[in-house]
């Protein structure tokens, strides 16, 4: 029998859910009209047809997402979600959890490399701290270059040996992530990229990874930050360790039929293998979806919480775009999965939003080139005859 609690708790991820499932009722598929009226535009312009490749279709892509031609990515942010990872005491990382405060409180004054490259980017940067160790930040306010405060938790277990967070933890992180989202929508941006900070994440993103491709773990895991082939190995063996646990734990489990069947999947899987800005990135890929804004990817982590966030509601991938090609090893696996093309392959694997900025400066040239190159008709020259491989090519 539950005690008074142990009924409140219930009460609460109940609570929860439903506030989550209230969001993804307002999901929608981007404009198909609206896109092919995009690619019209392109196919007038006064250049061989789809030569711009994954620039042109990225363009098009955002045209559904704002559901209008006249696509503007004018005003746009990167956010920086940073929590700290009991799998540390492991051994897997070559530094201790102290860096990640060190590194935020950096990203805060503005001398991290997301910084300097969101400068160049034209990007405001957001840091929030939804799960670091320490005491909270005073700022509750989403606001450039000041922590907001977000926290969670002061860091999740360790994923060797306990959960990493409870489901009711859990579910306040994804939400916290479409928070962001919809305040930064309010405040209108129009592109939004995510950045992380959190030593030793690259490990629950293998393991979360590593169950839902089904693949092993060496198949998932890479040296992270630099480590040596003794670190490297002891890393893998605590991945196949969390994931063995996170089995053995949910064999029993059935997950009930209902409105909260998916949900309940997703936050099972992340309660026991996740982490914080992890929770939280895959909250912001559904606050993407659900309020219409194009949500850019940075790396490996990143992408490890859009494939959470695909198992809660799949429409959300129609809202994302996919930075780069990090070099952790199921990196590529998981945009195939996703079925999100990136636009850099540049062996980069950084982290903060770095991969989001780039590309950024990216999409700027391809927009620029929609907005304002000549047509056809404008230079007096016979448009090109659109093939079925250029019709391919547009998918």
């Known amino acids: 029998m539950r005690t008074g609690n142990e009924e409140r708790k219930v009460e609460d991820i109940k609570f929860l859910k439903a506030q989550l499932n209230q969001q993804l009722f307002m999901i929608s598929q981007p404009n198909e009209k609206v896109m092919e009226a995009a690619w019209q535009r392109w196919d007038s312009i006064g250049k061989p047809l789809r030569s711009l490749g994954a620039l042109e279709r990225a363009v098009v892509k955002m045209a559904g997402m704002e559901n209008t031609v006249n696509v503007k990515m004018d005003k746009r942010a990167i956010v920086v979600l940073c929590g700290d990872h009991g799998v540390v005491k492991e051994g897997v990382t070559q530094t201790d959890s102290s860096v990640t405060k060190i590194v935020a409180d950096n990203i805060a004054s503005g001398k991290a490399s997301i910084n300097i490259m969101a400068g160049k980017a034209g990007a405001d940067v957001f840091p929030v701290d939804v799960g670091m160790m320490g005491e909270h930040y005073p700022n509750k306010e989403f606001q450039p270059m000041v922590m907001c405060d977000r926290k969670v938790a002061q860091g999740t277990g360790d994923i060797a040996v306990e959960p990493a967070m409870t489901q009711e933890q859990c579910l306040r992180a994804i939400l916290a992530g479409i928070e962001v989202v919809a305040d930064l929508s309010t405040q209108g941006y129009e592109m939004i990229g995510m950045g992380e900070m959190g030593i030793g994440n690259t490990t629950p993103s293998s393991a979360l990874v590593s169950v839902l491709l089904n693949l092993p773990a060496e198949e998932v895991t890479g040296r992270g930050a630099g480590l040596s082939d003794a670190s490297y190995n002891k890393k893998v063996a605590v991945i196949e360790q969390a994931v063995k646990r996170y089995w053995k734990a ?137 093939t079925q491989k250029d019709r391919r090519m547009s998918k």
């Not at 914080?276 to 606050?287: D, K, P, Q, S, W």
């Not at 966030?309 to 429409?315: E, H, T």
């Open 250 to 386: 949910t064999e029993d489990s059935e997950i009930p039929d209902g409105p909260f069947f998916k949900i309940d999947a997703a936050v099972e899987l992340m309660s026991h293998l996740g982490g914080y800005e992890i929770a939280a990135m895959a909250g912001m890929c559904l606050g993407g979806a659900v309020f219409g804004v194009p949500i850019v990817l940075d790396g490996y982590i990143s992408v490890a919480g859009a494939l959470c966030a695909s198992l809660i509601n799949a429409d959300c991938t129609a809202y994302l775009l996919a930075s780069h090609i990090s070099a952790e090893p199921a990196a590529w696996k998981v945009l195939r999965n996703l079925h999100l093309e990136p636009v850099i392959q540049a062996g980069m694997c950084l982290g903060e939003g770095t991969g989001a900025a780039a590309a950024m400066v990216l999409y700027d040239m391809g927009l620029a080139v929609y907005r304002q190159m000549e047509t056809f008709d404008d230079i007096h020259v016979e448009p090109y005859e659109t």
